[in-house]
Structures are given as structure tokens and as C-alpha cells.
């Protein structure tokens, strides 16, 4: 190791808060572990959440130019070339200069650079896959890396064998919201009298499950049947308290993020949600009976993929987005009114729980690094 006091790790991932938190789990277990005898850096994406989310939670990180190909024709794909080739030189120096011993990557556009770069001069990686399908760059650097660590069966098809270890995913503070319902009810001013619907988009949102609230909300707040978190994401949060202005808002907890996500499913009785794959493992974690909205915007589909391993399971139900906006909202509330289905859906989604994915994986990581615990 590069220095005997210190065992020193790169974790990169970001872009969104599926990559971002799962890295930070990791992070808290390598902590947990060895405590002071662990040196960590994060490196993420210039102008991307994790450059404000990680120093807030008191991390280090380095932001690289890096950039995704956009999907629509554009002059920034020009540039793209410029800012991978300046990306790849800044994970090199960055690299050398903090000394790593193990690179870990957890998806998300800065993680390609780093660990294709640590590959190269010759340090251990791992890999977190986080989709049943993993994307095109992560089986690319699956060839050289360490370790896969993953979290759905059949990913041989992707990468070595040999280097696989299903570990789940890797979560924070989701399985701590066992016994907090009444805590979670004043948490949001709800009454514990109605059923809790919860509505998550990610951590940036999404325009089909907004749009769906747009067009329920004022039959939800008449009606008063159920009361509703409703995340709207980041980027849609202006637009959503624009459209609630002069609207009764009885009922209804409405907000960009989300920061006690323990208590948000402590309080919901019900779930409709994106089937990014952090979101899904901790609807697993939480028990939660939950119906798939996934987004066809995606690389291969994978949240459709990731939301029919557990619709095969009958662990939870699935809306296509081309229809969820009409049927979304009596969809949930037929799920609220049906207890037994609740119960067996929550029952078996419960069964495919990794809550010590963290833990394992962060062992993992030390183990590459020659390091005891």
C-alpha cells in the first residue's frame, strides 16, 4: 500500500442520487471498519449534484469535465471527445497525486475515466452494477476489474464469473424507519386515520409521475381519501409550486428531495416509483408494496428490466409510462384499498432485502487493498 498508516480509496459515481448514495453506504461502512485508518476521496462530475451533496456530508471530491452523450443531435457531442481525453488525464493525476490503493466505481459518468485509468496503471477495482443489465461501460471495464459486485442473478452474461459477488445494493438509512410511523405521520402533518400514498421520481424527478399529479391532484384533495408525498425531483420543482399556487394543498407533502427517506417510508402504506435500481432495493429493505412506473429513458431499458424481476416474483406491479398518467393514481389507490395484496406483496418483496450490501461490499474493497479489518 502506498502508505502504511492509510488505506486509501477512490469511490466514484454521481449524476444522480442512485449513484451518488449507494457510494456514500460504502463509504459510512469503510468508516465503520476501520474508522481513522481509512483515507477517502470521491471523484464525480463538474456541474452534476454530487460536486454540492458529497462536501455537504463532508466529503472530499474531485470534479471531472466529463460529459454524456446527448441523446438529440447537438454541438456538445462535438466536445465530448476533449473533455473524456482531459477527463482521463485529471483521473491520472488525481490518482497518483492522492495515492489510491483501490479504485471503486458505482456508475454515473466520471466513474468510466477513473477506473478505466486505475486499470491501466495497474491498481485493483471494483465495479458496483447496480441494473439486472449492465450498461455498456461497466461491461467493458468488467474485463480488467477485480471485482463486480452486484445485484440480480444471471450476470455472468455480462462479466467474469469468477469476479462476481452478489452482494445487493448498497443503502444508508432506509432500514431505519421500522417503528417511526407516528414519528413520519408529524413528520409530514399527516393523521394517521388515512392510508399514505408515497410517489418518488428520483432524485432530478420526472415529468410522467408530476404530470400524473398534476392531473389527480385536485380529486385527491376533494376527495380526501388519502394523503401523498409527493417528490417532484429537482428539476421540476419550480414548475410543480407554480401549477399548486391557488390549489388546495390538504393532504399533500410536496417537495424537490426528500431527506429523511426513513421516515417517508415509515409513513407510506403504498408506493408508486421509478425503478432506478437503488430505489428498488430500498423499496426491498423498506417492505414496501410498490407499483413500477419505469422510465423508457433509459440506457437498455433497465428499469423495465429491474421492475419485471419482481413483478415475475409477485413481489410488485407495473405501469407502463405511456399509460401512467391515467392510470396511475386509481391503480394506487385500488392498491391502498386492497390490504391482502399489500401484505403479500410486501411479504415477498421484503424476501429479496440485501440490507448488508454495504457492509460487504466496503470488505470487499479492503480485501483488494490488502487491508484487515
Same mark, same amino acid.
Given at each position: 500500500m502506498s502508505d502504511p498508516k492509510k488505506c486509501k480509496i477512490i469511490l466514484s459515481g454521481g449524476g444522480t442520487g442512485g449513484h451518488i448514495y449507494p457510494a456514500v453506504a460504502v463509504a459510512e461502512a469503510l468508516h465503520r471498519k476501520l474508522g481513522n485508518r481509512v483515507e477517502l476521496l470521491f471523484v464525480g462530475a463538474e456541474?452534476?449534484?454530487?460536486?454540492?451533496?458529497? &462536501?455537504? +456530508?463532508?466529503?472530499?471530491? =474531485?470534479?471531472?469535465?466529463?460529459?454524456? +452523450?446527448?441523446?438529440?443531435?447537438?454541438?456538445?457531442?462535438?466536445?465530448?471527445?476533449?473533455?473524456?481525453?482531459?477527463? =482521463?488525464?485529471? $483521473?491520472?493525476?488525481?490518482?497518483?497525486?492522492?495515492?489510491?490503493? =483501490?479504485?471503486?466505481?458505482?456508475?454515473?459518468? $466520471?466513474?468510466? @475515466?477513473?477506473? *478505466?485509468?486505475?486499470?491501466?496503471?495497474?491498481? &485493483?477495482?471494483?465495479?458496483?452494477?447496480?441494473?439486472?443489465?449492465?450498461?455498456?461501460?461497466?461491461?467493458?471495464?468488467?474485463?480488467?476489474?477485480?471485482?463486480i459486485c452486484t445485484a440480480y442473478d444471471g450476470m455472468e452474461r455480462f462479466f467474469p464469473s469468477d469476479r462476481i459477488m452478489q452482494t445487493g445494493n448498497p443503502l444508508r438509512e432506509v432500514g431505519k424507519g421500522a417503528g417511526k410511523r407516528d414519528e413520519a405521520l408529524a413528520f409530514f402533518g399527516f393523521s394517521p386515520d388515512k392510508p399514505v400514498l408515497l410517489i418518488l421520481g428520483g432524485s432530478l424527478g420526472t415529468r410522467t409521475l408530476n404530470e400524473m399529479m398534476k392531473r389527480w391532484v385536485d380529486e385527491l384533495t376533494a376527495e380526501g381519501r388519502v394523503q401523498v408525498i409527493w417528490q417532484t425531483g429537482k428539476f421540476y420543482d419550480a414548475e410543480m409550486a407554480r401549477f399548486m399556487e391557488g390549489r388546495s394543498s390538504d393532504g399533500i407533502w410536496r417537495g424537490a428531495f426528500i431527506e429523511r427517506m426513513d421516515l417517508a417510508y415509515a409513513a407510506a402504506d403504498g408506493v408508486m416509483s421509478r425503478a432506478g435500481a437503488g430505489t428498488v432495493s430500498e423499496l426491498c429493505v423498506a417492505g414496501k408494496p410498490v407499483i413500477f412506473v419505469p422510465s @423508457?429513458?433509459?440506457?437498455?431499458?433497465?428499469?423495465?428490466?429491474?421492475?419485471?424481476?419482481?413483478?415475475?416474483?409477485?413481489?410488485?406491479? +407495473?405501469?407502463?409510462?405511456?399509460?401512467?398518467?391515467?392510470?396511475?393514481? @386509481?391503480?394506487? +389507490?385500488?392498491?391502498?384499498?386492497?390490504?391482502?395484496?399489500?401484505?403479500? *406483496?410486501?411479504?415477498?418483496?421484503?424476501?429479496?432485502?440485501? @440490507?448488508?450490501?454495504a457492509d460487504q461490499i466496503a470488505g470487499e474493497i479492503l480485501r483488494l487493498a490488502g487491508m484487515s479489518e
Open positions: 456541474g452534476k449534484m454530487e460536486m454540492e451533496k458529497l &462536501p455537504a +456530508l463532508g466529503y472530499r471530491i =474531485v470534479g471531472l469535465p466529463v460529459a454524456g +452523450l446527448q441523446r438529440r443531435l447537438s454541438a456538445k457531442n462535438l466536445l465530448l471527445p476533449f473533455k473524456v481525453m482531459k477527463s =482521463v488525464r485529471m $483521473a491520472r493525476q488525481t490518482i497518483r497525486t492522492f495515492g489510491a490503493d =483501490v479504485v471503486a466505481g458505482f456508475g454515473g459518468y $466520471a466513474s468510466g @475515466p477513473v477506473l *478505466w485509468m486505475a486499470q491501466r496503471m495497474g491498481i &485493483p477495482t471494483l465495479i458496483q452494477e447496480q441494473n439486472s443489465f449492465a450498461g455498456m461501460t461497466n461491461r467493458l471495464l468488467g474485463k480488467r476489474a477485480k471485482r @423508457p429513458n433509459v440506457a437498455e431499458d433497465h428499469q423495465t428490466k429491474n421492475a419485471l424481476a419482481l413483478v415475475a416474483g409477485d413481489a410488485a406491479g +407495473l405501469i407502463s409510462d405511456a399509460e401512467a398518467v391515467e392510470r396511475g393514481i @386509481p391503480a394506487a +389507490l385500488a392498491l391502498l384499498e386492497d390490504a391482502l395484496r399489500r401484505e403479500r *406483496w410486501s411479504k415477498n418483496i421484503k424476501a429479496l432485502a440485501r @440490507p448488508d450490501a
